[in-house]
């Protein structure tokens, strides 16, 4: 119903900036939060940052608050992730994902997700 497109990933050095983009599609009127979450090499995945689809607030995760902002533009149904100040720490693959709000009522999990985009911060 919903697809997800990440772009914007590469190979960055520390101290350096990335602009992570996701495109959505389809039933986008469904969404009531867009975030995303990052996954390293044998960890678990963790949530980044979120951002609700109509008025705008955002979400944090206390490793990226001050360094990473999230924006959403529901007309052009795209949603970004400004990353400064890189650490190798933020080495990870950077998945975006919605979440409808009848999901998010029944306190189900985020209901798509892009394929993700790689990540890597040099040291």
């Known amino acids: 119903q919903v697809q997800l497109v990440e772009s914007g990933g590469g190979l960055v050095q520390t101290g350096g900036s990335l602009r992570l983009s996701c495109a959505a599609s389809g039933r986008t009127f469904s969404v009531y939060l867009m975030g995303w979450f990052r996954q390293a090499p044998g960890k678990e995945r963790e949530f980044v940052a979120a951002i609700n689809w109509s008025d705008s607030s955002a979400y944090y995760a206390d490793s990226v608050k001050g360094r990473f902002t999230i924006s959403g533009d529901n007309v052009k149904n795209t949603v970004a992730l400004q990353m400064n100040s890189l650490k190798p720490e933020d080495t990870a693959v950077y998945y975006c994902?919605?979440?409808?709000?009848?999901?998010?009522?029944?306190?189900?999990?985020?209901?798509?997700w892009g394929q993700g985009t790689q990540v890597t911060v040099s040291s």
């Open positions: 994902a919605a979440i409808s709000r009848a999901s998010y009522s029944y306190g189900k999990d985020y209901d798509y």
